[in-house]
């Protein structure tokens, strides 16, 4: 294939030719090509006849152009390039002039016959303003620096530009320039090459350069010029210098960057200089550009941008084509570059796929995430591609820099011929079709239509309305306007809940937790299934209406495209949240990110089970699998940054054990983590780092630092409160313990109710072979021989103790008194020990015990059946409600959920059905914790 494309000349790559708009001027300019094939001809006669300004290249360039027409025609191009390459600075202005008008030539032409794609063509013309650029730059830096305007920088440093690069924006970032295009230039340097006192001096001389250097590209001289050259993109062009400082920029863009500058840089790129040093500032301009949270008051920026553009160049849709702006007016090739990036700034900080600069990639890349559909994407290419040609060959007649459609009906007529098209009015027809498609589609996206119920009855406005006006997500102008063009919806929403009362509370104590309206609101505006989502929140979980008031930017999961997909497992969790936290060398933004993460898995959980996705008992594994995965990917970061001071884990490094419920693989939405750190030295005394600790002392640090970071609540809030009174000794314990400690402590020293919870202690994270000898340890240890009867007067006092500390609450109170989860799971683990059981969880706990011989398999049924309608009942009630659950304040929203999720079929059933199974449970408890087994039996 590459020899073939190597043979192939332009004669033969032709798959279309433009119709000659003068015949006679046509046929003149091709006659000096008698010697070609009839389709090259046809195509220099049709091009000749529709455009004086390539006609005049053919007769200026014509040796050139017939040599040209010869070759291969993904060579011409390459060749000429090289040629620039060679010419000494004094040839530069004289050079790439020439150059210029043979790229013109060569790329009009291969454009009108089809021999290049619209890709190949602006690709061409961009490689050509990249190549210009950095010859411009470095032959005036070549002379500067000769004069040593450059402190302490030599011609040998000239390949690196003495740290300036220019930064290409807009289309020639993106590697789509028009025909006829300005350029769009940042340019930069980095003063962390130059020491204070050449600072001022290098400044001073980047400007001068770049002075010149546009000077050389864009004056008009006997051979034309090269490119138009537009510095105006920089940061406030009106006060800055047309060289900025790497630091000056990046501080502007932190500190006052608009959201139009976010979208430009989405194009930009490093195009000439030290490409290195541009490649390394746009990274660090990142988080600026792509912000990890959906960003959807993008789209009322861009919609201001649109509207700001149409009133100061008059653009305004008129149904006329004459004089029309093909760029910047309605339905035109801006609005579909403002879709695309908008798109792109709502969703590439989370998605880096999304990132592409180009328009055409990226539309593709959107429709492939799932953030348009297929056919929109489809069809903005199609028609970002045909305005594209049309806008070049409006340009090509004269080389103007226009995008304006003719004014005349000639001028439709030579455009039309240029395009191959003889019915110049089908050719109208079919641009004035795309036009309003374009225009129509992305005016509904920028200005969504937001509109309440059609069926609900018309309704005052409750008097909590005038209330929201003054919560602090109200404050500003632009969330009073968005808000009142939501509020309609909102409302009929909220009156057509179960209990609408019920549901505009909730609603209400939601919008006044929330610190800030524009974002949000800017998301609901655009998304009809969020303004759903939040309203059946509201009147049916005030707990999670409450916890999404704090954590509103949970909400980008839900249109993230994946919130309703399978889940994933705790090993791809672990996966993609340390991909998250490796996006950052930062230990305070690694902190912030895994909260961010955290809060969004557990969002989807909380709306999973509410709607009955799943059910309590997968709820819980999937909260468990949230806790691990944060901690199996999160200790390492904390483990490196607290060896930066004081070196790396001694020995085999720690572990943390899950204990109780997370050791059981099953947490609650509001769970706090009980966890114990158990370490393994080896033979090490202390740590080796710039300050080293003895062993003990560095795990129990490093352990602290563990807590601090799970526990410490930062902008992002907190990711898990965490109980270690489980460790060895309690509250007296050291906060990390070592293995033969550990060991030894729950072999001679460890209290009866240790040796329950051991049961269901689990080793989450850390050294996998650490976590091996633990568990060795820990199935050892519940393997003992033991006194029966001795252990189970200590579970009766422990129940007793238990009972008197506190009762009952409720008869939704599922945890504790008789009965209750408390009673079924001091069962469960004794059975556990008693069957020497390795079984970590309740369910199959009761089961050993049943085999055992200790509980009868109809005493475990019942034991098993209560503690899965109590689990559920509480696991409901922790995602719902905040507070104890109580059936006279309960929500009619809650109270379905409760029914659905236990089968009962209203709570007054339910309130019946607990009360029955805890009685019988209870009666169980007494029963069997009075019964010695005859032996505790063989490890099950």
Request: net charge negative; aromatic share 6%; glycine share 8%.
């Amino acid at each position: 294939m590459a020899r073939h494309q190597a043979r192939m000349s332009f004669a033969t790559a032709i798959t279309r030719s433009p119709i000659a708009f003068d015949p006679q001027a046509g046929a003149d300019a091709a006659a000096p090509f008698a010697n070609e094939s009839p389709e090259l001809r046809e195509v220099l006669a049709g091009t000749a006849g529709c455009s004086p300004f390539l006609r005049g290249l053919m007769a200026l360039e014509q040796e050139w152009l017939q040599e040209a027409l010869a070759n291969a025609p993904d060579a011409v191009l390459p060749q000429l390039f090289d040629g620039l390459r060679t010419l000494s600075p004094a040839q530069l202005k004289s050079g790439l002039r020439e150059a210029k008008r043979r790229v013109a030539l060569y790329t009009g032409l291969a454009d009108l016959a089809g021999v290049w794609s619209l890709e190949q063509v602006t690709g061409a013309l961009t490689d050509f303003a990249d190549l210009s650029v950095d010859l411009a730059m470095k032959g005036v830096l070549s002379r500067e620096m000769e004069r040593g305007k450059f402190p302490g920088q030599t011609a040998e440093d000239l390949p690196l530009a003495g740290g300036m690069v220019a930064l290409a924006m807009g289309k020639m970032g993106a590697g789509e320039l028009n025909y006829s295009s300005d350029i769009d230039l940042i340019m930069l340097f980095d003063d962390s090459r130059y020491p204070d006192g050449d600072y001022l001096e290098a400044r001073a001389g980047f400007i001068k350069a770049t002075r010149k250097m546009t000077a050389l590209l864009s004056e008009i001289t006997g051979e034309g010029y090269v490119w138009r050259t537009d510095l105006r993109l920089r940061p406030d062009p009106s006060v800055t210098p047309v060289c900025l400082s790497m630091e000056a920029a990046e501080r502007y863009y932190e500190s006052v960057g608009r959201t139009w500058e976010r979208a430009a840089h989405i194009k930009a790129r490093p195009c000439a200089g030290d490409i290195a040093a541009g490649e390394a500032y746009l990274e660090r301009l990142r988080p600026f550009v792509w912000r990890r949270h959906l960003d959807f008051a993008a789209i009322q920026d861009a919609h201001d941008m649109r509207l700001k553009i149409k009133e100061h160049k008059g653009l305004h849709e008129t149904g006329e084509l004459e004089g029309r702006n093909l760029k910047l007016g309605p339905g035109g090739i801006r609005e579909i570059e403002f879709f695309t990036q908008t798109r792109q700034i709502i969703a590439g900080g989370r998605d880096p796929a999304l990132r592409s600069r180009g328009t055409v990639p990226a539309l593709a890349q959107l429709a492939e995430a799932g953030w348009i559909p297929q056919d929109l994407a489809e069809d903005f290419t199609d028609n970002y591609r045909y305005f594209r040609e049309i806008e070049h060959r409006v340009q090509m007649v004269a080389d103007a820099r226009t995008h304006s459609l003719p004014t005349s009906t000639e001028g439709f007529d030579r455009i039309a011929r240029m395009c191959g098209q003889g019915d110049t009015a089908a050719f109208r027809a079919d641009l004035r079709a795309r036009l309003t498609s374009v225009r129509e589609t992305a005016e509904g996206f920028f200005a969504p239509d937001v509109t309440g119920n059609k069926t609900a009855p018309e309704i005052d406005e409750p008097e909590v309305v005038e209330r929201w006006r003054h919560y602090p997500a109200l404050r500003s102008a632009r969330a009073q306007e968005i808000f009142e063009r939501l509020k309609p919806d909102l409302l009929a929403r909220l009156y057509a809940a179960p209990k609408p009362e019920e549901a505009l509370s909730a609603f209400d104590g939601f919008l006044s937790g929330l610190p800030a309206g524009v974002q949000l609101f800017s998301m609901f505006e655009a998304n009809p299934n969020l303004r759903a989502l939040i309203v059946d929140i509201a009147s049916t979980a005030p707990a999670l209406a409450s916890y999404l008031s704090r954590n509103s930017r949970v909400l980008d999961a839900v249109i993230g495209g994946t919130f309703f997909e399978p889940w994933p497992g705790r090993v791809a969790l672990c996966i993609e949240l340390d991909e998250v936290l490796s996006e950052s060398d930062d230990y305070e933004r690694q902190l912030d990110a895994a909260r961010r993460w955290m809060k969004e898995w557990h969002f989807r959980v909380g709306v999973h089970h509410m709607r009955g996705i799943v059910d309590s008992s997968e709820a819980g594994r999937q909260f468990a699998d949230i806790a691990e995965a944060v901690l199996t990917a999160f200790l390492p970061v904390v483990v490196d940054e607290f060896a930066q001071k004081h070196g790396r884990p001694p020995g085999r490094g720690g572990v943390a054990v899950g204990m109780g419920s997370l050791g059981a693989g099953w947490i609650n939405a509001r769970s706090d983590l009980d966890l114990i750190m158990i370490y393994d030295p080896g033979d090490a005394e202390g740590s080796d780092g710039p300050r080293p600790l003895p062993v003990a002392t560095y795990y129990a640090r490093l352990t602290k630092a563990i807590l601090t970071a799970v526990t410490a609540p930062t902008s992002e809030g907190r990711l898990y409160e965490v109980d270690m009174r489980l460790r060895p000794s309690g509250k007296q314990g050291p906060v990390a313990t070592s293995l033969s400690a550990f060991d030894k402590y729950q072999r001679n020293e460890a209290w009866t109710w240790e040796h329950l919870a051991l049961t269901r202690a689990r080793p989450v994270a850390g050294n996998p072979e650490l976590m091996d000898d633990i568990e060795a340890v820990r199935l050892d240890v519940i393997g003992q021989t033991r006194d029966a009867a001795r252990m189970l007067e200590d579970v009766r006092d422990m129940r007793r103790r238990l009972a008197e500390a506190k009762g009952q609450q409720g008869p939704l109170d599922v945890k504790r008194g008789p009965g209750g989860l408390q009673d079924i799971e001091l069962v469960a683990q004794t059975g556990a020990v008693l069957a020497k059981s390795r079984a970590h969880r309740v369910a199959p706990q009761i089961l050993a015990a049943a085999r055992s011989g200790w509980l009868t398999r109809a005493e475990a049924d019942v034991l098993t059946r209560t503690y899965r309608l109590a689990r559920s009942v509480q696991s409901v009630g922790r995602l719902l409600v905040d507070g104890p659950l109580d059936p006279e304040t309960l929500g009619q929203g809650a109270r379905d959920v409760l029914a659905r999720e236990t089968g009962q079929t209203d709570l007054g059933a339910l309130v019946a059905r607990l009360a029955e199974s805890r009685a019988e449970a209870a009666a169980i408890v007494d029963t069997v914790l009075e019964r010695v087994p005859a032996e505790t039996g063989s490890p099950a």
